[in-house]
Antibody, heavy 125, light 110 residues
Framework: QLQLQESGPGLIKPSETLSLTCTVS??????????WGWIRQPPGKGLEWIAN?????????????FYNPSLRSRVTISVDTSKNQFSLRLISVTAADTAVYYC???????????WGQGTLVTVSS | QPVLTQPPSVSAATGQKVTISCSGSSSDIGKNYVSWYQQVPGTAPKLLIY???QRPSGIPDRFSGAKSGTSATLGIIGLQTGDEANYYCATWDSTLSAGVFGGGTKLTVL
């Protein structure tokens, strides 16, 4: 069955860049039927959508990346089909970016149907 | 502030039923499918309902979803103590081209 696994540093300093990778196993990231996305959850708070990406090598859909407007200036999502991975890059982090970061598969109806276990990223000096 | 509005908490007794509301707008729920998630603290969210009212395989039919206009509802019947969790609604905002979540609802089973 499909499995997603986040990886990346658990602790980064303010103003640094957060880089996370999601490795997909049990299925191909190259699918016409799914996007791939990142969601985060600050401690004790609710879920916040960050970004979605559609494999750019498949031109079935126009537009392949989508970002939370409040994070758009700092976020980049990308996909590496050769490694069956997709990644998140968040620049200029602050303590407000401390959260559990989840990667997920996203249906064309925008449902997150498979999730990684999540990885806690703490921003602290 | 979450785009979609959910009640912070609901409660009901074991065996009873409960509904959780999710209110949005014409650009999000009004135009797109709604999904619902169950999250036990310390674990990843789990998809309960997609495309407004569809259950993934393995989700019992005690869980149901409905949508009307700019609002959606999650229903749970035959409540069990294991249903205690936080529940989130989500959809797509066509104006923002962005995913949006509700603030979450904590379900307590008495």
């Amino acid at each position: 069955q499909l499995q997603l696994q986040e990886s990346g540093p658990g602790l980064i300093k303010p103003s640094e860049t957060l880089s996370l990778t999601c490795t997909v196993s049990g299925g191909s990231i190259r699918s016409r039927n799914y996007y791939w996305g990142w969601i985060r959850q600050p401690p004790g708070k609710g879920l916040e959508w960050i970004a979605n990406i559609y494999d750019t090598d498949i031109t079935y859909h126009s537009g392949s990346t989508f970002y939370n407007p409040s994070l758009r200036s700092r976020v980049t999502i990308s996909v590496d089909t050769s490694k069956n991975q997709f990644s998140l890059r968040l620049i200029s982090v602050t303590a407000a970016d401390t959260a559990v970061y989840y990667c997920a598969r996203v249906s064309l109806g925008a449902a997150f149907d498979s999730w990684g276990q999540g990885t806690l990223v703490t921003v602290s000096s | 502030q979450p785009v979609l509005t959910q009640p912070p908490s609901v409660s009901a007794a074991t065996g009873q039923k409960v509904t959780i509301s999710c209110s949005g707008s014409s650009s999000d729920i009004g135009k797109n499918y709604v999904s619902w998630y169950q999250q036990v603290p310390g674990t990843a969210p789990k998809l309960l309902i997609y495309d407004n009212n569809q259950r993934p395989s393995g989700i019992p039919d005690r869980f149901s979803g409905a949508k009307s206009g700019t609002s959606a509802t999650l229903g749970i019947i035959g409540l069990q103590t294991g249903d205690e969790a936080n529940y989130y609604c989500a959809t797509w905002d066509s104006t923002l081209s962005a995913g949006v979540f509700g603030g979450g609802t904590k379900l307590t089973v008495l």
